[in-house]
């Protein structure tokens, strides 16, 4: 889909499924013109590697502070032989050094295997937005791999999404690539000289609402455009909060959609397509799913149907859509209580650890449940006030075992933002954010930042670390490179969830980028 050179406009807000989700449904109907024909949805173009006013790449200064407070931190470490416990209490590593060369071995403390690098940006990234309840939640950032370790970087820009090359060792390989008029990270794939994204563009729809667009880039230019909402399957893409995967011959795409016509006009549900290599639309997936999505994840796999999981509000709770959309018989992850807009338990990260499957997610339980009366939907009333961190497996791509694991358990302390990375072939990484003194209302809890964790656990969901704890935090995608290590990129900027976001988003010119190195 050709379109307009634009380098400049009013930017597309960013928002989070829960928050757009509100607003919707504070309205009945939406009226208003189609959008202006012509408006170019897509255009072409770099920015200079490095501008003047953008601050230098750096590595961190060995022993300087990177995640600078008030008073020094502990100089002490956690043990990796440590005995780990249900609610381990949280200590600070050394800081690391990004000079470091020596390979870690499995004995080495987490603190000691992770660094970061500073990347200059061309222009201002808003890291943080406006979530649900007026909270402020993070911007999405991706960060991909390719085979041959190269990396990507994906995030927004106003009126624009960026994507910057990197090299393996965490330098920057060029100019960035700007898809223009572009609005939310949902998905990257980095490929040899190249990469896609899963992104929203304007469109002209009864709503006046973006579509959803999946986009290929080569070094040289643009491969191709593939518009996967419209008027011929009537829906939109207000937003996505979606996933992204790739097996090596085509891509999976499943993210959040709005009808805009038929028998779903007005509703919010989920859609899985699967697309070439070559941006072709191919058979499989489905149009509509769960019922207002509040977390999407998606696997990729050789043959098949890839693995998927949603949050849905109506059958309240985390449910398996490998291959079925949302049947009422989907299997169940974790029955949470859950309304249009909200989910007490939200899919973090969901990956493969040999022929077994591992989901991670926000949880507070179920005290009680029970049918709403209409054959589907479910009653939920929330076990805790706070959202605690769970682990649940699955022995193949459509069956849950085992019961749910929770890996916290502090009532006072509320943890948001779940990640889940394989580690190897038989260990995991599991992060997340925790607010102490947290004082929660209507699903959402406002208290004070006291670090991202970060912990290896096996495949029982055993720890088999200390708990490493910084001021770094995860914002997207995590890249697993072909040696092992985990790569991840963010805004370095305190967190504040104090309460409602005011005024204008805070913005970076600095990109961060922190690199796990792997220990056998």
């Not at 990260?349 to 926000?362: D, E, L």
Request: charged letters at 15%; aromatic letters at 6%.
């Amino acid at each position: 889909m050709a379109g307009a050179h634009t380098t400049s406009g009013p930017g597309l807000p960013v928002r989070r499924l829960r928050a757009a989700l509100v607003a919707a449904l504070a309205v009945s109907a939406v009226g208003g013109a189609a959008a202006a024909a012509g408006v170019g949805p897509f255009a072409d173009r770099t920015v200079s590697a490095q501008p003047p006013s953008a601050p230098a790449e750096e590595d961190w200064e060995k022993g300087a502070d990177p995640f600078p407070e008030t008073s020094p931190p502990p100089t002490t470490s956690p043990s990796s032989t440590a005995t780990p416990s249900r609610t381990p209490t949280a200590t600070r590593t050394p800081r690391p050094s990004a000079t470091t060369a020596k390979t870690p071995s499995a004995r080495t403390p987490l603190g000691e295997r992770l660094t970061v690098a500073r990347i200059g940006l061309p222009t201002a990234l808003p890291h943080q937005q406006s979530g649900y309840n007026g909270l402020p939640e993070w911007a999405r950032i991706d960060t991909a791999a390719a085979p041959d370790g190269t990396l990507r970087v994906a995030w927004p820009a106003s009126g624009s999404i960026h994507v910057t090359p990197l090299t393996a060792a965490l330098k920057r390989a060029g100019a960035d690539t700007v898809v223009d008029d572009a609005a939310e990270v949902s998905g990257l794939i980095a490929h040899k000289g190249g990469f896609a994204l899963l992104t929203r563009l304007p469109d002209s729809n009864k709503w006046n609402e973006t579509a959803a667009h999946l986009v290929r880039y080569s070094d040289t230019g643009r491969l191709f455009d593939t518009a996967l909402t419209g008027a011929a399957t009537h829906d939109t893409a207000r937003v996505l909060t979606g996933q992204l995967r790739w097996n090596g011959s085509k891509y999976g795409a499943y993210f959040v959609v709005h009808g805009a016509g038929g028998s779903t006009d007005g509703h919010f549900g989920d859609k899985l397509r699967y697309v070439s290599s070559q941006g072709k639309v191919l058979d499989g997936g489905w149009d509509w799913g769960c019922s207002h999505n509040q977390g999407t994840a998606l696997l990729p796999s050789d043959s098949g149907p890839f693995p998927s999981l949603c949050g849905e509000d109506w059958r309240s709770g985390i449910f398996v859509s490998t291959g079925i959309g949302a049947p009422n018989e989907a299997p169940l992850i974790s029955r949470e209580e859950c309304w249009a807009g909200y989910c007490g338990g939200v899919p973090g990260g969901f990956v493969r650890i040999g022929s077994r499957y591992a989901v991670a997610f926000t949880t507070r339980g179920a005290a009680s449940q029970a049918p709403d009366g209409t054959g589907r939907g479910y009653k939920v009333t929330a076990r805790t006030q706070t959202h605690q961190v769970a682990l649940r497996f699955l022995s193949n791509a459509s069956t849950p075992t085992g019961a749910v694991k929770t890996l916290t358990s502090a009532l006072s302390v509320d943890n948001v933002n779940v990640r889940l990375a394989p580690y190897g072939k038989d260990r995991m990484m599991i992060s997340w954010e925790s607010y102490a003194d947290a004082k929660c209302s209507q699903g959402t809890c406002t208290g004070r930042f006291t670090g991202t964790h970060l912990r290896l656990i096996d495949t029982a969901g055993k720890f088999l670390t200390g708990d490493l704890t910084v001021k770094a935090r995860i914002a997207g995608d995590i890249a697993p490179l072909p040696n092992g290590d985990l790569v991840w990129a963010y805004a370095d900027a305190p967190p504040d969830r104090t309460g409602p976001l005011n005024g204008a988003n805070p913005t970076t010119r600095t990109l961060s980028v922190a690199r796990l190195a792997y220990a056998p």
